[in-house]
């Protein structure tokens, strides 16, 4: 079983995923028409993060929620500080036409998901940005019970091995149009779903969460004004897990209002969205159907005291999780600001 500091780290690197979400947000509803660096060389970002977090979450791996005593109940409210260090570098080959990149994709951080991905973009004249990565290892979801459904006692994490590929298109044909896809392997080294119920082995199949995850997104970002944009959205994504419980599809419209004055950037999203699957999850003899949705807002504040390269920034996030089956419920709040600075 991990230690109960692995575990504290990994609730922090989901948290992390979640203050940053609102940052991703800003740089996709932001202009694309030159993404690239006008210069060859180096260029990148550096940002701290401290703040505050509140959940409710069955299956989320802290030392806080080792042991659960019902099946039919959210468990209790968990609030903890957070910290944590996020970093890209892009290196500009052609300007303005090709770059590589590494470190944490904000588009990613989009889903809540803290990733370390490397690619290239390239600039298709009257196509478009094109974007293709590899995504080696992915922070949050790194560990899961190996037993979420182990009651009176304490749960043992094991790790899950959670890596993909992505490949995207912006600014289609000069238009705020972009549409992105990733492809994602889960594998998990101890799963051990329902066995302490005693399931048969057909039923513990149901619940097995190995598998891949089609993911796409379809944005288009409209100027309203030269301050205000809107970005209308909506994502899909495909669970092929190997248990067909597990396995199913979600679907969720979101819209993205940005508005940006002097050194200030404001942004507020919404999204609502449903997920169905295949089949009953056993132990409830139920779909584990539900319904989603969440506000994330952002503020940006540029050059704070004449310093140059530098920037201040405070995120709020709340997103709950109504699933038919009470288990699957989760709430999340947090509150977070981050000193960023760009060389």
Request: charged content about 25%; hydrophobic content about 40%.
């Amino acid at each position: 079983m991990k230690s109960s500091a692995n575990l504290v780290s990994q609730s922090i690197a989901q948290a992390v995923a979640l203050a940053v979400l609102s940052l991703s947000l800003f740089v996709a509803t932001g202009a694309q028409a030159s993404p690239i660096a006008d210069e060859a060389g180096f260029v990148g970002e550096i940002q701290p993060l401290i703040g505050v977090m509140s959940s409710r979450s069955n299956l989320a791996v802290s030392s806080d929620q080792k042991r659960i005593d019902s099946l039919y109940s959210l468990s209790s409210r968990e609030t903890r500080p957070i910290g944590g260090l996020l970093a890209r570098v892009d290196y500009t080959i052609a300007p303005r036409q090709f770059s590589l990149y590494a470190g944490t994709p904000r588009s990613a951080l989009a889903d809540a998901e803290l990733a370390f991905e490397v690619g290239a973009r390239y600039l298709v004249g009257g196509v478009g940005l094109l974007t293709a990565g590899l995504i080696p290892v992915t922070v949050n979801g790194s560990e899961v019970w190996s037993d979420p459904f182990f009651v009176g006692g304490r749960r043992d994490a094991t790790d899950a091995d959670r890596r993909g590929l992505r490949l995207g298109l912006s600014g289609i044909a000069g238009t705020g149009l972009s549409v992105d896809y990733r492809l994602y392997r889960r594998e998990i080294d101890d799963e051990r779903s329902g066995q302490a119920l005693e399931l048969s082995p057909a039923d513990r199949r149901l619940l097995e969460r190995e598998g891949t995850e089609h993911r796409f997104d379809l944005n288009y970002r409209l100027a309203l004004t030269e301050n205000l944009s809107l970005t209308p959205g909506v994502q899909y994504r495909r669970l092929d897990t190997d248990g067909a419980a597990n396995r199913g599809w979600l679907l969720r419209p979101q819209l993205t209002a940005s508005y940006d004055i002097d050194r200030w950037s404001l942004s507020m999203t919404g999204y609502y969205g449903v997920d169905r699957y295949d089949a009953r999850q056993p132990i409830y003899d139920e779909y584990r159907d539900g319904k989603e949705m969440g506000l994330v807002a952002g503020v940006r504040y540029t050059e704070p005291f004449g310093w140059s390269n530098w920037s201040v920034n405070a995120y709020g996030v709340w997103s709950e999780h109504d699933s038919d089956i009470r288990f699957y419920d989760r709430e999340t709040g947090l509150f977070a600001v981050g000193l960023g600075y760009r060389f």
